[in-house]
Nanobody, 116 residues
Framework: QVQLVESGGGLVQPGGSMRLSCAAS????????MGWYRQAPGKQRDLVALINNGGSTEYSDSVKGRFTVSRDNAKNTVLLQMDMLKPEDTAVYFC??????????WGQGTQVTVSS
């Protein structure tokens, strides 16, 4: 089993910044990718950003140039730096851990609210 503990989140004004962190623990195997998805009320869960073992990243078009995903492989941690936040970024953000040997695991989600 793999446990994911997310931190960060909360309320921020439009144009502000916030950082999310997700640490994996437990039976850590060969991690292929870690990243973030988000789900707004009444909407499906969508990709925000992913980073694989080689450091290659993938972003949704809506966050390109504003969000940055990074990993600390030694600590099995993935970070999401969110800048120039917009009200439409408001959602519950979920951490994803993916291993070809273990499948995927999800964090419990952390609320991000962008509002004045």
């Amino acid at each position: 089993q793999v446990q994911l503990v997310e931190s960060g989140g909360g309320l921020v004004q439009p144009g502000g910044s916030m950082r999310l962190s997700c640490a994996a623990s437990g039976s850590i195997a060969s991690i292929n990718a870690m990243g973030w998805y988000r789900q707004a009320p009444g909407k499906q869960r969508d990709l925000v950003a992913l980073i694989n073992n080689g450091g290659s990243t993938e972003y949704s078009d809506s966050v390109k140039g504003r969000f940055t995903v990074s990993r600390d492989n030694a600590k099995n941690t993935v970070l999401l730096q969110m800048d120039m936040l917009k009200p439409e970024d408001t959602a519950v953000y979920f951490c994803l851990y993916f291993s070809s040997n273990q499948g995927e695991y999800w964090g419990q989600g952390t609320q991000v609210t962008v509002s004045s």
